[in-house]
């Protein structure tokens, strides 16, 4: 079986004294995760066997991902035959690596964007791991993987004009991941896997077999107490 083809990827800084510079890596689309946590506060009521669980706040979504960087098998690498770099691996780790330092202008790490393809998230990077396996004969790296955590950011204007929608009588947006399918998503979220064709039109899918990993989809709401929409 063939390599996965490595795609290019970009990390863009939003914001801080390197604005809008970007960051191009080597993204071995072989998987991501994301995660989405919230917290509940456990209230012991005398008499009762266990507590009452109360929700508290939802946290931001992190995405987490492996960054290949490599000289050799770069289009624009030092050793490729195709056009020299601009910016060898060594300086193109070590800009990755300032992302987590604080920023003069903002006095806090500058948000980034991330961008594959059809995936953009807005984040901070949360946790950078560096792992080194081939250099050049001078000492410089020429091979590095990078484990990052990326964890999602919104300003407070963002927030406010764009609150969070939750609920199931509210419009949603998902990102597929694994081995999600139409019917499972529905399941989660409406409580009844047969609301698929709910999100399959909202979509436009007319094979719901059509979705993978990394799309977005829209959720449309329930807007009638009983379960059902005017528009089905």
């Not at 955590?149 to 939750?166: D, I």
């Amino acid at each position: 079986m063939a390599k996965p083809q490595l795609e290019k990827a970009t990390i863009t800084v939003l914001d801080g004294s390197d604005k809008d510079k970007v960051i191009a890596v080597l993204f071995n689309p072989t998987e991501y995760s994301f995660d989405r946590t919230n917290s509940y506060k456990a209230t012991v009521i005398p008499g009762l066997g266990s507590p009452i669980i109360q929700f508290v706040n939802g946290e931001c979504d992190a995405l987490s991902m492996e960054l290949f960087l490599d000289d050799f098998t770069d289009a624009e690498g030092p050793t490729s035959l195709r056009q020299k770099e601009k910016d060898p691996l060594a300086k193109r780790l070590k800009a990755i690596s300032k992302l987590l330092e604080i920023d003069r202008d903002l006095h806090a790490p500058p948000p980034v964007r991330f961008n594959w393809g059809p995936l953009e998230f807005s984040a901070v990077i949360e946790k950078l791991g560096r792992k080194v396996t081939k250099f050049h004969p001078d000492g410089t790296p020429a091979r590095a993987t990078l484990s990052v955590s990326f964890k999602e950011y919104r300003t407070l204007s963002q927030q406010l004009r764009e609150p969070r929608r939750e609920s199931s009588d509210k419009t949603k947006r998902r990102v597929v991941v694994g081995r999600d399918a139409l019917w499972m998503i529905a399941a989660k979220e409406y409580g009844d896997p047969a609301e698929w064709v709910r999100i399959a039109k909202a979509n436009d899918l007319d094979d719901p077999r059509q979705i993978a990993p990394g799309d977005w989809l829209k959720l449309p709401p329930i807007e009638n107490p009983d379960g059902t929409s005017n528009a089905l």
